[in-house]
């Protein structure tokens, strides 16, 4: 994904404010926008004094100082109102809206632009103003505030304190790995796209799903070139597809709005793992599998220092309900009843894969070299097909409940050996962090 060009509107002190901003590193400045040209210190252009042709070029303009009165004069003047972006030091993003020529109520946040017709577009819009605001936190953040963030977030969500110079379970050992252990080897391994390279040199071409294109932008992907049924993704995050199992109902702009709004989201920011923060976003179609989406079992295993230790298989998705099951076996694949309280147990027995030793073997090729990492396999039909390599799985939380308890989760972090620590990767702003000892 490109950086997205910009003019930016304001006085001289919110242009300084702008600039000092972490977030302005995500745009490139075309030209920089003032009603008093005399009294800015750099080159200032009135917005009269630019040809029309300029603003069909730029991706966005950014008004500081939350100045909605030129912003809307602009908007009169046939100005696309997605192009429009305001910001203030303060709050930073701000919304603003309006209503399509059928009546669908739009929003414009950020240079993004989302039709709200339903809940789920309003929790959508919600997603995505959280995000890209603690983004912009984030990225302002001392990298010497990452190790007390992650101890703060560790509270909250496991109910104890963490204390980077005395780590003993899987679940405090996982946050030191966000941040001593985000290596140039796990972000080429976690970007969907990169990936493919090295599973295919490690284990087989043969066990990738197909892919049908990558693009930076959606704008870009010719869907005349595609098949009626495929799955579009984000390669550098969670969570970010989109599945189109008929091309003639597809909804392109909804399809539009959401990879978009991906596409501007730094994944690492949200809980600090950050080897997401150096993948190049990007845009990639694979085959559709039928029943990949639904009825299909993943099969995951937990993998310590470069041997797979126990597996979670988990089916019977149930996207709507938000619904699943799990259960956990050996590597004989014997049930240990239940590890991590996030999904019931199955109520029925599942039965060993057919490729079953190919996976462990495949398991144990794709994680030779890691102190964790979870390997994930399909098996569509009999055919075992790779999924995806997870570095910090669920971030490295997982509550204490019935099941998982703090004599489990250490039981576990007695697996997990530190490697030695390597800098945390810098956001575009701010320096290096040291470690604190591991013990």
């Known amino acids: ?205 043969e066990y990738l799903i197909p892919l049908l294109g990558v693009w930076n932008d959606f704008d870009d992907i010719d869907f005349n070139e595609l098949p009626d049924q495929f799955v579009l993704k984000c390669n550098h995050g969670s969570g970010m597809n989109v599945i189109v199992r008929d091309k003639k109902t597809f909804d392109k702009q909804r399809a539009r709005e959401k990879i978009n709004a991906w596409l501007d989201t730094d994944f690492a920011t949200m809980l600090l793992e950050l080897h997401y923060t150096r993948i190049k976003r990007k845009i990639i179609a694979e085959k559709y599998i039928e029943n990949m989406s639904d009825g299909v079992i993943d099969y995951k295993f937990h993998c310590f220092n470069g041997t797979p230790e126990f597996l979670q298989v988990i089916g019977d998705r149930d996207y709507a309900k938000h619904t699943r099951h799990q259960k956990f076996c050996d590597l004989d694949y014997n049930d240990i009843g239940a590890m991590f309280d996030d999904y019931p147990l199955f109520p029925y027995y599942v039965p060993k894969p057919a490729e079953f030793e190919k996976m462990k073997s495949f398991a144990k090729i794709l994680s030779e070299g890691f102190s964790y990492v979870r390997v994930d396999f399909y098996e569509i039909d009999g055919k075992l097909l790779f999924g995806e390599m997870t570095f910090t799985s669920d971030a490295g939380y997982f509550p204490y409940k019935k099941t998982w308890t703090y004599e489990k989760d250490a039981e576990v972090g007695s697996l997990l050996t530190l490697p030695e620590p390597t800098p945390p990767p810098r956001f575009e702003s701010g320096g290096t962090a040291s470690a604190p000892c591991r013990s």
């Open 1 to 205: 994904m490109h950086k997205k060009k910009i003019l930016v509107y304001g006085t001289p002190d919110s242009l300084q404010r702008f600039f000092s901003d972490a977030v302005s590193r995500d745009f490139e400045v075309v030209a920089l926008l003032g009603t008093e040209p005399e009294k800015f210190p750099v080159k200032v252009f009135a917005p009269q004094a630019l040809p029309d042709f300029v603003f069909d070029l730029i991706d966005g303009i950014v008004f500081t100082n939350n100045d909605t009165a030129a912003a809307n004069l602009l908007i009169k003047q046939g100005i696309a109102p997605r192009k429009i972006i305001l910001w203030d030091a303060a709050q930073g993003w701000k919304m603003f809206g309006g209503q399509d020529t059928d009546g669908t109520k739009v929003v414009y946040f950020c240079g993004l632009e989302f039709h709200i017709r339903d809940k789920a577009d309003e929790d959508f819009l919600g997603e995505t103003v959280f995000r890209l605001q603690n983004q912009r936190q984030v990225k302002n953040l001392s990298p010497q505030r990452y190790a007390a963030v992650l101890a703060q977030i560790y509270q909250r969500r496991m109910g104890r304190p963490l204390d980077f110079n005395h780590l003993t379970t899987f679940t405090e050992k996982m946050q030191w790995l966000k941040l001593y252990d985000s290596t140039l080897l796990k972000s080429r391994l976690t970007d969907k796209y990169l990936v493919r390279r090295w599973v295919a040199d490690k284990i087989g071409q």
